[in-house]
């Protein structure tokens, strides 16, 4: 269940629950999480980017010449839902980097923590020229 729903739903008083393992239910088949086709950036991290931090993410994906529209964010726990993709760029905010990602690989603390921290911002465009 994505996180706004989670949230709306705790905020009613309605308790939500999360299974760890659904592959071990018999029968179960788990949906996947498909992107559009032009989604060359995926930032996976426990916040959906909002005001200031959405302007960060914005120049960040300036930076490395992708549009807005070809970004798209996930929570971490939706990670093992992907289904196959074309993704350039895997970016992990805030959250620990998952192994077999075949695409470029960001890792850096929450975007928040980003935003005014020039030492942090360094330190993920040193790994952005890495890749170039």
């Known amino acids: 269940m994505p996180q706004y729903e989670n949230q709306y739903l705790q905020e009613m008083g309605i308790q939500c629950y999360e299974l760890a393992h659904p592959e071990r239910l018999q029968g179960y088949q788990a949906t996947k999480l498909t992107l559009p086709e032009s989604c060359q950036l995926l930032l996976v991290s426990p916040q959906l980017p909002t005001q200031e931090t959405a302007l960060l993410f914005?120049?960040?994906?300036?930076?490395?010449?992708?549009?807005?529209?070809?970004?798209?964010?996930i929570f971490p726990q939706q990670v093992n839902s992907l289904a196959e993709n074309q993704l350039e760029w895997?970016?992990?905010?805030?959250?620990?980097?998952?192994?077999?990602?075949?695409?470029?690989?960001?890792?850096?603390?929450?975007?928040?923590?980003?935003?005014?921290?020039?030492?942090?911002?360094?330190?993920?465009?040193?790994?952005?020229?890495?890749?170039?």
Not at 58 to 73: T, Y
Not at 91 to 104: L, P, R, S
């Open 58 to 73: 914005e120049r960040v994906l300036k930076s490395i010449n992708i549009p807005l529209e070809q970004a798209r964010h």
């Open 90 to 132: 895997v970016w992990f905010a805030g959250c620990e980097a998952q192994e077999g990602v075949t695409a470029k690989v960001l890792t850096s603390p929450a975007l928040s923590q980003i935003d005014g921290n020039n030492a942090q911002r360094r330190a993920l465009w040193q790994q952005i020229c890495s890749y170039q």
